[in-house]
């Protein structure tokens, strides 16, 4: 194995890492935002108040977003597996 084949498997499963997470980091965010934002209008300081919508709305998300993680997955893997023999050389 050169060097050059480690950092491409490293970067590949990084990128995918990143790729499967972006779709509830993204909601929580965007949650996380706008529960700010309503906190700053109201002048409620309540830490229950941002923890507890964010956990629904990246839950949610996340049942939503899974047979696409699954697909990605899935191949992601399968693809390792049939390359198996010509990382072994």
């Known amino acids: 194995m050169t ?3 480690v ?3 490293a970067r590949q ?7 499967i997470s ?3 980091l993204s909601i929580g ?6 529960i700010s934002i309503l906190q700053a209008a109201t002048q409620i300081q309540e830490m229950t108040l941002t923890f507890i919508p ?3 709305a990246i839950f949610l998300a996340l049942l939503i977003a899974f ?16 390359s198996l023999p010509q990382y072994i050389r």
Do not use: C, H, Q, R
């Not at 965010?29 to 706008?34: E, K, M, Q, T, Y």
């Not at 047979?67 to 049939?82: R, V």
């Open 3 to 5: 060097p050059e084949f």
């Open 7 to 9: 950092i491409g498997f």
């Open 13 to 19: 499963a990084i990128e995918l890492t990143l790729l």
């Open 22 to 24: 972006m779709p509830m």
């Open 29 to 34: 965010l965007v949650v996380g935002l706008a």
């Open 54 to 56: 964010k956990i629904i």
């Open 67 to 82: 047979p696409w993680i699954l697909d990605k997955l899935t191949g992601y893997t399968s693809n390792l597996f049939l």
